[in-house]
C-alpha cells in the first residue's frame, strides 16, 4: 500500500445513501465516492441529476469532485441516465487521488478517463424513454454571480397503540400491570427525545457539552444532548413511582431515589422492598453523529433483582469499603443477558421506532406524530437465516483476528455457505445498524482487533439487550465463540466483541473460530465466560442507567397478545432567505417560486416517509414487479414521491417539460401529452431552466427507516427557441438535426449548474442548497412547519476523519481507488490521520 502525504488512517463509513453519505460529508468532512470496479466500468451514480449537482454543492463548499482523472463538472453528458464513477471530498484528499491516478493508472485507465470528456448524443430511442425530473421553467435572465444575503442570527426562536398492547400484555399477564406502567414512562421519554434531536440543530443543542471538553465516565466527550436525553429518562422514570435507584451513562454515580440522594427527588417517591427490576440504558447511543442527521437511538433492558439486596446510602462513596455481603448485592445486579425479562431500543432516524421483546418474539411500533402514539407496524418480526448485508467497519480490517477476516471474506465474495455475494452497509450507530438488521436480514458487529482488545460495544447495556432482541427473533449472537446472552458481567462497563445476526451467518462465523483461532485467542474467548466482581472503586462510578423498580412475581413465558389488524385507523426561513436572494437578484424572483414549491414538495415527503410503515406504503408498487426506466424494482414511494413533486412544481404555472426518474416518458406540459396538465397551465417562451430530479434516493432503505432524500439540480439553458414537438418522445421517432440539437442543449455538464441541493429525511429534516455563492443548510422546524436557517455557509475541511465507500466491492477497484482508501484507513495519507468508515447505503 503506497506511502501517502497525510500519515493518517481513515476508519470506514458508508451509509449507502448519497444524501445521507453527502451531508455528512459537508458537515464533518472526509470523502464520499462510489468508483468503476470491474462489475460496473461506470460506477453506478447518474451524472445529470446525481453526481453534478452533488459535485457543485461540494465545490461550493470548498472541496472537490472527480471520477480520478476529470473534474464531474465539466463532464458533458451523453445521455440522461449516464452513469459515472465519482469521488468527492477535501481537496487536499481529491488531489491525492489524482495523483494515484496519475502515477498508478495503465494506459486503457487513462483511455476510458478520457472518453469521458467527450460525448456523442444518443439517438432518439434511446432518450425517448428518459425518466430524470425534467423541468423548462421560464425565466426571462441568466442567473450567474449570485449574492447570498446574509444575516446576523441563524435561528429564529420561534392501528394499534403500544399503549394498548402493553394493556392486553398486562391482561394476559397479570402479574405485568407494574411494568406496563414503566414502559408508559419508556415510550413517553422516547417521544420527548425524538422531538429534542429533530430540534436540535434548530434549538442550538448540537455539539459538546459546555463548549467541549466535558467527559463522561466513559471517558467519551459528552454532546449536549447526551446530557439532555439523560435527564429527561431520569425524569420520567422518576414518575413511576417505582425507583430505588437511577443512573446514567452520562453521570459518575447513580442516583438513589429512596435515599434523596437526589434532593430534585421528592420524598414522596417511594420504593417498595419486595422484589424488584433492575433497568439499564443508553439514554442516546450513536449520539457522536447527531450534528450531521445520522441515525441515533435509545437502548434498555430489564433484569430480574434479588429480593434481599438492599444497599447503604453511603455505598457509592468513593473509596467505601465493599463487604462480602455488599459484593454479592452488587453481584447481583450484574446480571448475563439470560436473566432479562425485557429489551428495546428506540431508533430516531428518517421515523421514529419503538421495537421490543418481552421474551416471547419480537413487536416494532413506529410513531405516528398527528397524535403522538406508537403503532403496531411490525409485528413478529423474524431475522432471516441468512441475507445480504454485512455491517462492520471495515477501517480495521488488518486489525481484526483471523476467523473474522476469513469469515467477512466468505461474505463479500460469496465463498459463504449460502454462496451468495453480501453488500456493505455500517452506519456506524448500533441502533441503526440492527434494525436494519431485524427487519432486511444479514449481520451486523463491533469485532475485538488489535486496537480493542474486547470491542468497542458494552456488554450490559448494548450487546446484551441487542442480542436479547435478535435471539428473540430467531437469530444468534455470539463473541465468536461464546454467546453473547450466556456472559456474566465482571464491572458495569464491561466491553465485549459482538456479533450477530441469521442464524446460519452466526454458526459458519463460529465454524471459522473452531478452525482458525490459535490457543492466544480460544483463551481469551474462554476468559468471558468466567467472571470475577470489580472492586468497589471501580464501581464506585457506575454509570449506566439502572433502576430498582417494584415488582411481586418474576416474569418469565411472557404471553404476547395477538391483533387481526397490525394499524389502527385512526430563526430565518427559508422562504424568508429566498426573499431576500430575489431582493438582492431581481432576475432571480421565478426561482424564488420554484424554492418555494420544492419546499413545499419536500415537507409533504418528509410527511410521507415518516408515516409509511403506518400507512402501509413500504414494500414495493404493486405487491412487486413494478420496474422503473433504471431497470429498478420501484418501491411504493417512488411512485407516490414521484407523484408530489409532480403535482407541486405544476402550480408554479413555470413548468414545459416535468419528468421523473420513475416514469417513462416526460410530461410536457404545453402540448398537453398528459391531460391532466390543464390548459391554463402556460411556459413563456423566453429563457428557461432546465431542472432535474431524483424523487426519493435511497429509497430501497424506505422500510428499515434507514434516511432517504430528494436531489435536484437547476441548469441553465442557453436555447430560447428549443421546443419539442408533441411526438418527440413516441418511440422509434426521427430525430432531426435540430431536434438533436435541442437535447442536446439540455444534456449539460454539471458546470452549468445555476443552483442545486437536497432535502435529508433522516433523524431531521435537513434542507441544503447553493445558488453558485457557497452551500446554506436549513431544519425542518415541525411544529411551525418552516425549514430554519441552522448551517449557513457550510465549508468542507481539506481533510475530515470518515471515508464512505462500499467496501464489500474492494476486490474490483481499479489500483488508484484500492490505494487511497488504503491511505484513508491506514493513516498513510498526506493528513496523516486515519479515517473511520461510514455506509448507509443512501447516497
Known amino acids: 500500500?503506497?506511502?501517502?502525504?497525510?500519515?493518517?488512517?481513515?476508519?470506514?463509513?458508508?451509509?449507502?445513501?448519497?444524501?445521507?453519505?453527502?451531508?455528512?460529508?459537508?458537515?464533518?468532512?472526509?470523502?464520499?465516492?462510489?468508483?468503476?470496479?470491474?462489475?460496473?466500468?461506470?460506477?453506478?451514480?447518474?451524472?445529470?441529476?446525481?453526481?453534478?449537482?452533488?459535485?457543485?454543492?461540494?465545490?461550493?463548499?470548498?472541496?472537490?469532485?472527480?471520477?480520478?482523472?476529470?473534474?464531474?463538472?465539466?463532464?458533458?453528458?451523453?445521455?440522461?441516465?449516464?452513469?459515472?464513477?465519482?469521488?468527492?471530498?477535501?481537496?487536499?484528499?481529491?488531489?491525492?487521488?489524482?495523483?494515484?491516478?496519475?502515477?498508478?493508472?495503465?494506459?486503457?485507465?487513462?483511455?476510458?478517463?478520457?472518453?469521458?470528456?467527450?460525448?456523442?448524443?444518443?439517438?432518439?430511442?434511446?432518450?425517448?424513454?428518459?425518466?430524470?425530473?425534467?423541468?423548462?421553467?421560464?425565466?426571462?435572465?441568466?442567473?450567474?454571480?449570485?449574492?447570498?444575503?446574509?444575516?446576523?442570527?441563524?435561528?429564529?426562536?420561534?392501528?394499534?397503540?403500544?399503549?394498548?398492547?402493553?394493556?392486553?400484555?398486562?391482561?394476559?399477564?397479570?402479574?405485568?400491570?407494574?411494568?406496563?406502567?414503566?414502559?408508559?414512562?419508556?415510550?413517553?421519554?422516547?417521544?420527548?427525545?425524538?422531538?429534542?434531536?429533530?430540534?436540535?440543530?434548530?434549538?442550538?443543542?448540537?455539539?459538546?457539552?459546555?463548549?467541549?471538553?466535558?467527559?463522561?465516565?466513559?471517558?467519551?466527550?459528552?454532546?449536549?444532548?447526551?446530557?439532555?436525553?439523560?435527564?429527561?429518562?431520569?425524569?420520567?422514570?422518576?414518575?413511576?413511582?417505582?425507583?430505588?435507584?437511577?443512573?446514567?451513562?452520562?453521570?459518575?454515580?447513580?442516583?438513589?431515589?429512596?435515599?434523596?440522594?437526589?434532593?430534585?427527588?421528592?420524598?414522596?417517591?417511594?420504593?417498595?422492598?419486595?422484589?424488584?427490576?433492575?433497568?439499564?440504558?443508553?439514554?442516546?447511543?450513536?449520539?457522536?453523529?447527531?450534528?450531521?442527521?445520522?441515525?441515533?437511538?435509545?437502548?434498555?433492558?430489564?433484569?430480574?433483582?434479588?429480593?434481599?439486596?438492599?444497599?447503604?446510602?453511603?455505598?457509592?462513596?468513593?473509596?467505601?469499603?465493599?463487604?462480602?455481603?455488599?459484593?454479592?448485592?452488587?453481584?447481583?445486579?450484574?446480571?448475563?443477558?439470560?436473566?432479562?425479562?425485557?429489551?428495546?431500543?428506540?431508533?430516531?432516524?428518517?421515523?421514529?421506532?419503538?421495537?421490543?421483546?418481552?421474551?416471547?418474539?419480537?413487536?416494532?411500533?413506529?410513531?405516528?406524530?398527528?397524535?403522538?402514539?406508537?403503532?403496531?407496524?411490525?409485528?413478529?418480526?423474524k431475522v432471516p437465516p441468512r441475507g445480504k448485508i454485512y455491517s462492520i467497519n471495515e477501517a480495521n480490517r488488518d486489525n481484526w483476528d483471523e476467523p473474522t477476516k476469513a469469515w467477512i471474506d466468505s461474505l463479500a465474495k460469496g465463498t459463504n455457505r449460502g454462496g451468495s455475494a453480501y453488500t456493505s452497509r455500517y452506519i456506524g450507530s448500533m441502533v441503526g445498524d440492527v434494525h436494519r438488521t431485524l427487519l432486511y436480514g444479514g449481520v451486523f458487529g463491533y469485532p475485538a482487533d488489535s486496537k480493542n482488545a474486547n470491542g468497542k460495544l458494552r456488554l450490559l447495556y448494548e450487546a446484551a439487550p441487542m442480542s436479547y432482541l435478535i435471539e428473540q427473533a430467531g437469530g444468534k449472537s455470539t463473541t465468536g465463540m461464546a454467546r453473547i446472552m450466556d456472559l456474566p458481567p465482571k464491572d458495569v462497563h464491561q466491553r465485549v466483541p459482538l456479533m450477530m445476526g441469521g442464524s446460519d451467518e452466526i454458526e459458519e462465523l463460529e465454524e471459522f473460530y473452531e478452525k482458525l483461532a490459535d490457543d492466544e485467542l480460544k483463551a481469551s474467548q474462554a476468559?468471558?465466560?468466567?467472571?470475577?466482581?470489580?472492586?468497589?472503586?471501580?464501581?464506585?462510578?457506575?454509570?449506566?442507567?439502572?433502576?430498582?423498580?417494584?415488582?411481586?412475581?418474576?416474569?418469565?413465558?411472557?404471553?404476547?397478545?395477538?391483533?387481526?389488524?397490525?394499524?389502527?385507523?385512526?430563526?430565518?426561513?427559508?422562504?424568508?432567505?429566498?426573499?431576500?436572494?430575489?431582493?438582492?437578484?431581481?432576475?432571480?424572483?421565478?426561482?424564488?417560486?420554484?424554492?418555494?414549491?420544492?419546499?413545499?414538495?419536500?415537507?409533504?415527503?418528509?410527511?410521507?416517509?415518516?408515516?409509511?410503515?403506518?400507512?402501509?406504503?413500504?414494500?414495493?408498487?404493486?405487491?412487486?414487479?413494478?420496474?422503473?426506466?433504471?431497470?429498478?424494482?420501484?418501491?411504493?414511494?417512488?411512485?407516490?414521491?414521484?407523484?408530489v413533486l409532480k403535482r407541486a412544481l405544476k402550480f408554479t404555472g413555470r413548468m414545459g417539460v416535468i419528468a421523473s426518474e420513475e416514469e417513462d416518458a416526460p410530461v410536457n406540459v404545453e402540448n398537453k401529452l398528459d391531460e391532466s396538465y390543464e390548459s391554463d397551465v402556460l411556459v413563456e417562451e423566453g429563457g428557461k431552466y432546465i431542472s432535474v430530479f431524483d424523487p426519493l434516493d435511497g429509497s430501497s432503505n424506505i422500510d428499515a427507516g434507514i434516511p432517504v432524500g430528494t436531489i435536484f439540480g437547476i441548469y441553465d439553458d442557453s436555447d430560447d427557441d428549443c421546443v419539442l414537438p408533441d411526438d418527440f418522445f413516441e418511440e422509434g421517432a426521427d430525430m432531426s438535426e435540430a431536434m438533436q440539437q435541442c437535447l442536446r442543449s439540455t444534456l449539460k455538464p454539471g458546470n452549468s449548474l445555476v443552483a442545486a441541493g437536497y432535502a435529508l429525511y433522516s433523524s431531521a429534516t435537513h434542507f441544503v442548497f447553493t445558488l453558485g455563492d457557497g452551500v446554506n443548510g436549513f431544519t425542518l422546524d415541525e411544529s411551525i412547519g418552516e425549514f430554519i436557517l441552522t448551517h449557513p455557509n457550510i465549508k468542507v475541511p481539506p481533510r475530515g476523519k470518515i471515508y464512505s465507500i462500499n467496501e464489500a466491492n474492494r476486490d474490483n477497484w481499479d489500483e488508484p481507488t484500492k490505494a487511497w482508501i488504503d491511505s484513508l484507513a491506514k493513516g498513510t495519507n498526506r493528513g496523516g490521520s486515519a479515517y473511520t468508515s461510514r455506509y448507509i447505503g443512501s447516497m
Open 1 to 381: 500500500r503506497a506511502p501517502t502525504r497525510g500519515g493518517s488512517v481513515y476508519p470506514s463509513r458508508y451509509i449507502g445513501s448519497m444524501v445521507g453519505d453527502v451531508h455528512r460529508t459537508l458537515l464533518y468532512g472526509g470523502v464520499f465516492g462510489y468508483p468503476a470496479d470491474s462489475k460496473n466500468a461506470n460506477g453506478k451514480l447518474r451524472l445529470l441529476y446525481e453526481a453534478a449537482p452533488m459535485s457543485y454543492l461540494i465545490e461550493q463548499a470548498g472541496g472537490k469532485s472527480t471520477t480520478g482523472m476529470a473534474r464531474i463538472m465539466d463532464l458533458p453528458p451523453k445521455d440522461v441516465h449516464q452513469r459515472v464513477p465519482l469521488m468527492m471530498g477535501g481537496s487536499d484528499e481529491i488531489e491525492e487521488l489524482e495523483e494515484f491516478y496519475e502515477k498508478l493508472a495503465d494506459d486503457e485507465l487513462k483511455a476510458s478517463q478520457a472518453a469521458r470528456k467527450t460525448v456523442k448524443l444518443a439517438t432518439a430511442s434511446a432518450d425517448a424513454t428518459t425518466t430524470v425530473a425534467m423541468m423548462a421553467i421560464s425565466s426571462e435572465k441568466k442567473v450567474k454571480g449570485i449574492k447570498s444575503p446574509v444575516f446576523a442570527e441563524t435561528c429564529d426562536q420561534t392501528g394499534i397503540t403500544l399503549s394498548r398492547f402493553m394493556l392486553e400484555v398486562a391482561r394476559a399477564n397479570p402479574e405485568l400491570v407494574e411494568l406496563e406502567s414503566v414502559f408508559a414512562s419508556v415510550q413517553t421519554a422516547c417521544k420527548t427525545i425524538s422531538k429534542l434531536v429533530k430540534r436540535s440543530a434548530i434549538d442550538g443543542m448540537t455539539g459538546y457539552a459546555g463548549g467541549g471538553g466535558s467527559i463522561n465516565v466513559q471517558g467519551e466527550e459528552q454532546k449536549k444532548l447526551d446530557v439532555i436525553t439523560n435527564d429527561v429518562l431520569k425524569r420520567a422514570l422518576k414518575f413511576t413511582g417505582r425507583m430505588g435507584v437511577i443512573a446514567s451513562e452520562e453521570e459518575d454515580a447513580p442516583v438513589n431515589v429512596e435515599n434523596k440522594l437526589d434532593e430534585s427527588y421528592e420524598s414522596d417517591v417511594l420504593v417498595e422492598e419486595g422484589g424488584k427490576y433492575i433497568s439499564v440504558f443508553d439514554p442516546l447511543d450513536g449520539s457522536s453523529n447527531i450534528d450531521a442527521g445520522i441515525p441515533v437511538g435509545t437502548i434498555f433492558g430489564i433484569f430480574e433483582e434479588d429480593d434481599d439486596c438492599v444497599l447503604p446510602d453511603d455505598f457509592f462513596e468513593e473509596g467505601a469499603d465493599m463487604s462480602e455481603a455488599m459484593q454479592q448485592c452488587l453481584r447481583s445486579t450484574l446480571k448475563p443477558g439470560n436473566s432479562l425479562v425485557a429489551a428495546g431500543y428506540a431508533l430516531y432516524s428518517s421515523a421514529t421506532h419503538f421495537v421490543f421483546t418481552l421474551g416471547d418474539g419480537v413487536n416494532g411500533f413506529t410513531l405516528d406524530e398527528s397524535i403522538g402514539e406508537f403503532i403496531l407496524t411490525h409485528p413478529n418480526i
Open 527 to 643: 476468559a468471558r465466560k468466567t467472571v470475577k466482581l470489580a472492586t468497589a472503586s471501580a464501581d464506585a462510578t457506575t454509570t449506566v442507567a439502572m433502576m430498582a423498580i417494584s415488582s411481586e412475581k418474576k416474569v418469565k413465558g411472557i404471553k404476547s397478545p395477538v391483533f387481526a389488524e397490525t394499524c389502527d385507523q385512526t430563526g430565518i426561513t427559508l422562504s424568508r432567505f429566498m426573499l431576500e436572494v430575489a431582493r438582492a437578484n431581481p432576475e432571480l424572483v421565478e426561482l424564488e417560486s420554484v424554492f418555494a414549491s420544492v419546499q413545499t414538495a419536500c415537507k409533504t415527503i418528509s410527511k410521507l416517509v415518516k408515516r409509511s410503515a403506518i400507512d402501509g406504503m413500504t414494500g414495493y408498487a404493486g405487491g412487486g414487479g413494478s420496474i422503473n426506466v433504471q431497470g429498478e424494482e420501484q418501491k411504493k414511494l417512488d411512485v407516490i414521491t414521484n407523484d
